[in-house]
């Protein structure tokens, strides 16, 4: 089993700057792919960013290209989602999301952004972004 738990949300203006973590729990961190997601009142949740196990491959949704990076540190179990340039329209509960992946396997963007395919969720954590 895995707990991811997320933090780094709150409540910035717009053009401003946050850093969400997840540190995730197991010794086998380095084997899942992992990816964040969010969900604002009323909608559906969306994959915003993906990065493979190795950390060799990066997915990003049209509306986050340029703004948002995410990273992963294999020694410390924890992925970061770095958003900067931050609009309103960001404002939502993001999530942390694992995906057990074989590794060498080939998962295409598309596989990435199927929430139903990642194995773990966190808790959630609000970004609130104020114009």
């Known amino acids: 089993q895995v707990q991811l738990v997320e933090s780094g949300g709150g409540l910035v203006q717009a053009g401003g700057s946050l850093r969400l973590s997840c540190a995730a729990s197991g010794r086998t961190f380095s084997s899942y792919a992992m990816g964040w997601f969010r969900q604002a009142p009323g909608k559906v949740r969306d994959l915003v960013a993906a990065?493979?196990?190795?950390?060799?491959?990066?997915y990003y949704a049209d509306s986050v290209k340029g703004r948002f990076t995410i990273s992963r540190d294999n020694a410390k179990n924890t992925v970061y989602l770095q958003m900067n340039s931050l609009k309103p329209e960001d404002t939502a509960v993001y999530y942390c999301a694992a995906d057990v992946q074989v590794p060498g396997g080939y998962y295409s963007r598309s596989y990435y952004q199927r929430s139903y395919e990642y194995d773990y969720w966190g808790q959630g954590t609000q970004v609130t972004v104020s114009s």
């Open positions: 990065i493979s196990w190795s950390g060799g491959s990066t």
